[in-house]
T-cell receptor
Framework: GQQLNQSPQSMFIQEGEDVSMNCTSS?????WLWYKQDPGEGPVLLIA?????ELTSNGRLTAQFGITRKDSFLNISASIPSDVGIYFC????????????FGKGTLLTVNP | GAVVSQHPSRVICKSGTSVKIECRSL??????MFWYRQFPKQSLMLMAT?????????EQGVEKDKFLINHASLTLSTLTVTSAHPEDSSFYIC??????????????FGPGTRLTVL
């Protein structure tokens, strides 16, 4: 089946630093989504990418959909303590059509 | 917006009882709703997909008689865990997709329901 390889698995950074995480796949996806999940909560959509090569920003977050539709990165600039959480990439479309394929998540810890 | 609510947020029940979890899309109509299960420190695992007015489609290994799903309207889906046992204890999360417009397949998640079976 389809798989998303998300890295890094975890990150420990100082407040104010920039962060980058990425996902790759052997399959093509039509839509790429980035979610953040806080402990005990459901995932919250951060950025949705619909076109190959698309670069989208949401505040301090920037994400890009790879030109091949097989990869994406998420950058967080000037991190703050509330950025702590698990970040998931997810792909839609391709072989699984409407189903989301999730990465395994990146646990981000921000030290004040 | 795209707000999805779940109720209850937490439930504790005795083994053998049934528990119903509601998922509502508050400000949009959802053709499709999804139910996930998440174990600690793991990603979300899709259990089933439900479309309004039709039977749910279950993922391989998910017992449809154990996890009953009803999608009665474009804003409400319910998951009933029947004859719950301790191994059913988990975090259950629903999501919903809009019926129309750009990004109709983007899923918006509810806040989750923590089920504990004693």
């Amino acid at each position: 089946g389809q798989q998303l390889n998300q890295s890094p698995q975890s990150m420990f950074i100082q407040e104010g630093e920039d962060v980058s995480m990425n996902c790759t796949s052997s399959s093509i996806f039509n839509t790429w989504l980035w979610y953040k999940q806080d402990p005990g909560e459901g995932p919250v959509l951060l950025i949705a990418l619909y076109k190959a090569g698309e670069l989208t920003s949401n505040g301090r977050l920037t994400a890009q959909f790879g030109i091949t539709r097989k990869d994406s990165f998420l950058n967080i600039s000037a991190s703050i303590p509330s950025d702590v959480g698990i970040y998931f990439c997810a792909g839609l479309g391709g072989g699984s059509n409407y189903k989301l394929t999730f990465g395994k998540g990146t646990l981000l810890t921000v030290n004040p | 917006g795209a707000v999805v609510s779940q109720h209850p947020s937490r439930v504790i029940c005795k083994s053998g009882t049934s528990v119903k979890i509601e998922c509502r899309s508050l400000d949009f109509q959802a053709t499709t709703m999804f139910w996930y299960r998440q174990f600690p420190k793991q990603s979300l695992m899709l259990m089933a997909t439900s479309n309004e007015g039709s039977k749910a489609t279950y993922e391989q290994g998910v017992e449809k008689d154990k996890f009953l799903i009803n999608h009665a309207s474009l804003t409400l889906s319910t998951l009933t865990v029947t004859s719950a046992h301790p191994e059913d204890s988990s975090f259950y999360i629903c999501s919903a997709s809009r019926t129309q417009g750009i990004g109709t397949d983007t899923q918006y998640f509810g806040p989750g329901t923590r089920l504990t079976v004693l």
